[in-house]
């Protein structure tokens, strides 16, 4: 069973932020460096599966929590089922497409518990758009369609000290 | 079995939106002006169920998609097991915040379609902030919570013609 526990639970705009990043650092390997022990272990023979990202940027392929309703939203189910009748190449968007609405999920969940003068600073906004738009790199789905780099030239309100380095995003 | 199909599926900015808008709607209302109906719906003695808001702003309860992968993401599963261990405001609050989590996860699910030019026009990026807040509502979340109006003052970057009137928002 998975470990996607809230017992790890960021209360912080800035905390919410790690943790999203985390998450993201962790499926972003499974779905492109370590994609042939992702495949491998996602075998249709096995029950319904997902693909978790952690806090500790580790990432797993397992069932899903047991206790419904769970602690926190969880990521796509069945992954596996859908692999050896697509495309690889397709089965991996869809995924991605999938985990990356997940990982949004996720912070958003935790954000739910901000009050609202929390949630709607300026450093509040400027951390969703990075959220969203995965830091002026691609998002996980563009990484696996694509090697385009996302232009966010056009979102003026993201200071410059809040973008991270395309060295740092490189896994 | 629920219908969360794409079948129906946006594929600009301004059809997720009124995608997004229209399920909002609906979930808003199963969890304000027909609670009572709602709550009775999510008997324990149920299979696992889950609270679906539609495009066409409808409400739902019913049992999870039977097909894994599922076409869109899944509302939170289970709902109904949790409502007799917790005080109903409780357990109101914690389906709305999985239901908010979930709106968005649809969102941005249909977003992964854009290209990325349309996921980073400033009107792409005044949508987001539109669906993150709920267009100067309160978020579901809020809704069951609090009265409190949420305040978007900060956010200058909002054109008053995407505001809607607080009228709108009274279900």
Not at 25 to 40: H, K, M, P
Request: glycine share 4%; proline share 5%.
């Amino acid at each position: 069973m998975a470990s996607n526990s809230s017992s790890h639970s960021p209360r912080t705009v800035e905390e919410i932020f790690k943790d999203f990043s985390a998450r993201h650092a962790a499926v972003l390997r499974a779905l492109t460096g370590d994609v042939e022990e992702f495949y491998s272990q996602c075998d249709p023979e096995r029950d319904n599966l997902c693909l978790y990202g952690h806090p500790n940027e580790s990432w797993e392929v397992s069932v899903p929590a047991e206790e419904v309703p769970p602690e926190l939203p969880e990521p796509v189910l069945g992954i596996n089922f859908a692999r050896d009748g697509m495309e690889r190449r397709d089965w991996l968007s869809l995924v991605a497409m999938h985990t990356d609405s997940w990982l949004l999920s996720v912070a958003f969940y935790f954000g739910a518990r901000l009050n609202r003068n929390e949630r709607t600073t300026k450093e509040t906004i400027v951390i969703i758009l990075k959220i969203i738009h995965n830091e002026g790199r691609e998002d996980i789905a563009h990484e696996v369609l694509t090697t385009d780099q996302m232009n966010l030239e056009d979102i003026k309100d993201i200071p410059t000290e809040w973008r991270i380095s395309k060295s740092r995003a490189t896994l």
